[in-house]
């Protein structure tokens, strides 16, 4: 028995197939499947007429078809109207395709006109049968994004298909009176199927009103979903962990220093919502260096005063072993235990962890990945600290959410957001910043110089470290590629080794052995190593103070968010502190850009509005790893006043007509993966 298609037509398994790939499963994904642009079939163009450079349509007869073989195999055609000859070449076809194009045949070619050798010709044109009586379409010619396999034809036809009936609003027309925006369906309408006098960039506009509505369509589901999220999670019961200012009050009153103004109000966000009998779930963002982790630790402690384990993750085996490093020792001087567990430990050493965490004879466990992969259960788990969340996917996430009876959840980010960013996909979040940094930071001077210069910047190693300092030469990979020469860390530890003989130089990488890698970083934080050769392991979490000095190679080839990542490494004591970015040249105009962005500005909030703007808002914050639907229509940038009207449209819609808000993320989410900020 045959299963039933999720359209309302009938579509072969195979097509429904190919649909899914692009994320079509139902009438109302083909409804808003846009096209990526429209050309104009309405009209033929005289060959005579053509211009080369010009799209354009025309009617002509096959004078003759045959294969070339130079300069490399290609089925060539020489076509004909009343005014001229036009040369047709496919690099690409089928045996058939010589017998479809017979001499006397008539067919419609489109396509962009080219000057060849022999005169005007088009590469690889669109192309249907035709006659004297073939009727020409009645509007714009839409090209949708499609794949392997499926032919624009066959996507225009079930498109067509999922049009035919009229389109319901989801929205009241009074609602829409009051917002000034068109109806749905004439909306759809006009986008697939632009009438014959709309000019292609005029419908491709971002500013056209079809295109308005259905971002603030989009938004406002997105809005909608984000804000029923954080409606259910205050539904959810969990245990409160309120201030009993027994382990925080002595935990402060050893710190060295003093919290900052923004690092006490962040800390009395989350101790209030610690507080709370609904789960926590706040993001802490704050730059490179503004004192995340001893927020982290006020709220580990403020759980295990009330009796709860508190599980601290960290991304990259380097960070864990850092924040366990620094913290264990400050923990275990107030009498709380704390266990270390990662995939690099023997499984005896694992297995006795996690049955301590299951007997809760530990109250905090420091680890990375394996703290959610493996099938250790906590006694009493009451927070979970993520840090540099973007890392992790949502998946990754909710399964050590599940370890605990819905535990509070604390996740840290020093990249921070952009304001539109948060606004839209951090809705159902809520978000503490420490914006400033703590006082005795010193400035990080950045330096753009090109690797011709190398020797230069050797000498300047050199010198800071003979004076005292130590210094960071970072590069991007551990050894040599086919696909991308870079310089790599083995070849440039080895090189530097023969120029800078008189200096003690390591060596840190992913690939090596834990116990090798922890004792070259407590060799350098101890001073014995001057120069630390690093792949981008060491982007975060590492804190020497009296390195000063840091090299970053073939800067040109790594993003905005990493550069300011590395860069933060230095500037933690009173030295000077300087950061090279060694380029090499010719660099394209896209890394011209993050390196103007980078060397112009130490402002993380800046530098993340500015990468928002260069690669969007999946790659910035990970998201196409997690697998949450992107923006289609909306752009963060330029939307603005649309995302705003959307929030405060979807509180009015949760609480005055809850049938509205449930229609609309039916028809913009529905098979989409519905947002979640878990």
Known sequence: MKAASPFSFPVSPGTQAKLARLGLFRDADLVLHLPLRWEDETRITPIHDLLPGAQAQVQAVVRDAKIAHRPRRMLTLTVEDDSGLLGIRFLNFYPSHLKLFQPGECFRFVGEVRGGFLGLEMVHPRFSKAGDDTPLPAGLTPIYPT?????????????????????????????????????????????????????????????????????????????????????????????????????TADFLSRLPFSLTPAQIHAWKEISLDLAAAHPMRRLLQGDVGSGKTVVAALACLQAVENRHQA???????????????????????????????????????????????????????????????????????????????????????????????????????????????????????????????????????????????????????????????????????????????????????????????????????????????????????????????????????????????????????MGLAQLHQLRGRVGRGSRESICVLL?????????????????????????????????????????????LPMLRFADLEHDVALLETARDWAKRCLSDAPDVAARHIERWIGSRQALTGS
Request: hydrophobic share 45%; aromatic share 6%.
């Open 311 to 557: 599980a601290f993750m960290a991304p990259t085996e380097i960070l864990a072993e850092q924040h366990a490093a620094k913290l264990t020792s400050q923990f275990e001087a107030l009498g709380v235990r704390c266990a270390w567990i990662s995939g690099s430990q023997r499984k005896s050493q694992r297995t006795a962890a996690w049955q301590a965490a299951a007997a809760g004879e530990v109250d905090v466990v420091f680890g990375t990945h394996a703290l959610f992969q493996e099938a250790g259960r906590f006694a009493r788990l009451g927070l979970v600290v993520v840090d540099e969340q973007h890392r992790f996917g949502v998946g990754q996430r909710l399964a050590l959410m599940q370890k605990g009876m819905e535990p509070h959840q604390l996740m840290m980010s020093a990249t921070p957001i952009p304001r539109t960013l948060a606004m839209s996909f951090f809705a159902d979040l809520d978000v503490s910043t420490i914006d400033a940094l703590p006082p005795g930071r010193t400035p990080i001077a950045t330096r753009l110089v090109s690797a011709v210069r190398r020797d230069e910047v050797l000498a300047r190693v050199r010198n800071a470290c003979l004076a005292g300092g130590q210094a960071y030469w970072v590069c991007p990979l551990i050894e040599e590629s086919e696909k991308l020469q870079l310089q790599t860390a083995e070849n440039t530890y080895a090189a530097l080794r023969e120029q800078l003989p008189d200096l003690s130089i390591g060596l840190v990488h992913g690939r090596m052995k834990p116990a090798d890698k922890q004792a070259v970083m407590a060799a350098f934080q101890a001073g014995a190593i001057h120069l630390l050769v690093a792949t981008t392991v060491i982007e975060v979490g590492v804190d020497v103070p009296n390195a000063a000095l840091m090299v970053i190679e073939h800067a040109e080839r």
């Open 147 to 247: 794949t392997a396999g499926l032919a624009q034809a066959t996507l225009r036809k079930l498109v067509a298909r999922a049009l035919q009936a009229p389109l319901a609003d989801t929205l009241p027309q009074a609602w829409l009176d009051e917002l000034g925006l068109p109806g749905f369906d004439a909306c759809i309408r006009a986008l697939h199927q632009p009438p014959a006098d709309s000019a292609p960039n005029a419908v491709e506009s971002r500013r056209h009103p079809a295109r308005q509505r259905l971002a603030f369509d989009e938004l406002l589901a997105q809005q909608l979903s984000l804000a029923a999220a954080r409606a259910a999670r205050h539904n959810l019961l969990t245990t409160p962990l309120p201030a009993a200012h027994r382990l």
């Open 583 to 627: 380029y090499q040249p010719p660099v394209s105009e896209l890394a011209r850009a993050r390196l103007k962005v980078i060397y112009e500005s130490t402002d993380g909030f800046e530098i993340a509005r500015r990468d928002l703007q260069l690669r969007g808002p999946g790659e910035l914050l990970g998201h196409r790893q997690s697998g």
